[in-house]
T-cell receptor
Framework: GAVVSQHPSRVICKSGTSVKIECRSL??????MFWYRQFPKKSLMLMAT?????????EQGVEKDKFLINHASLTLSTLTVTSAHPEDSSFYICSAGRTGGSYTFGSGTRLTVV | GQQLNQSPQSMFIQEGEDVSMNCTSSSIFNTWLWYKQDPGEGPVLLIA?????ELTSNGRLTAQFGITRKDSFLNISASIPSDVGIYFC?????????FGAGTRLTVKP
């Protein structure tokens, strides 16, 4: 149980375009989803916490207008990188779970902006 | 967000050797977790600890939740080549989860 699917696994986009990343909990209802960014050889950096039906809570320094998060249902959260630039290239990972419980990570999305 | 202090940063060991890594924090956590991340993948949960002083094993892995609730360690016994990867500790209080910087493990056959 507790399977989280993240899609796409890799995406290359042109500078200035927007990219949407999906995070789905396949066999459970996720009241909370987290979005992380990971730079090469670094740890996971929390970007935002997303609760179903409410606005996401962004960490300090993360631009909410650039990284749009939507958690419209208990099984789906999306992260949209708007007007992407090369410096947005990174590995993005979601995790999903129930409040206070354990969380399962998606397999990550490698974003390359050219 | 606040990170935990995880050490060592990297380890190069021979196959068959035992490995130990630990995490410390200035804050108390109700849950300690250990994850392994393979290249290009998301972290996978190895062991979850829910009680101070708890010692839990998962095959060749053993982890303990420090009695002060501010630290945890992970041991890997008789390492094998597939143990290669990055190991992260995480402390969790409800929806607040903080990660260590990771320990990069290399196992030489």
């Amino acid at each position: 149980g507790a399977v989280v699917s993240q899609h796409p696994s890799r995406v290359i986009c042109k500078s200035g375009t927007s990219v949407k990343i999906e995070c789905r909990s396949l066999d459970f209802q996720a009241t909370t989803m987290f979005w992380y960014r990971q730079f090469p050889k670094k740890s996971l950096m929390l970007m935002a916490t997303s609760n179903e039906g409410s606005k996401a809570t962004y960490e300090q320094g993360v631009e909410k207008d650039k990284f749009l998060i939507n958690h419209a249902s208990l099984t789906l959260s999306t992260l949209t990188v708007t007007s992407a630039h090369p410096e947005d290239s990174s590995f993005y990972i979601c995790s999903a779970g129930r409040t206070g419980g354990s969380y399962t990570f998606g397999s990550g999305t490698r974003l390359t902006v050219v | 967000g606040q990170q935990l202090n995880q050490s060592p940063q990297s380890m190069f060991i021979q196959e068959g050797e035992d490995v130990s890594m630990n995490c410390t924090s200035s804050s108390i956590f109700n849950t300690w977790l250990w994850y392994k991340q393979d290249p290009g993948e998301g972290p996978v949960l190895l062991i979850a600890l829910y009680k101070a002083g708890e010692l839990t094993s998962n095959g060749r892995l053993t982890a303990q939740f420090g009695i002060t609730r501010k630290d945890s360690f992970l041991n890997i016994s008789a390492s094998i080549p597939s143990d290669v990867g990055i190991y992260f500790c995480a402390g969790q209080n409800n929806n607040d989860m903080r990660f260590g910087a990771g320990t990069r493990l290399t196992v030489k056959p």
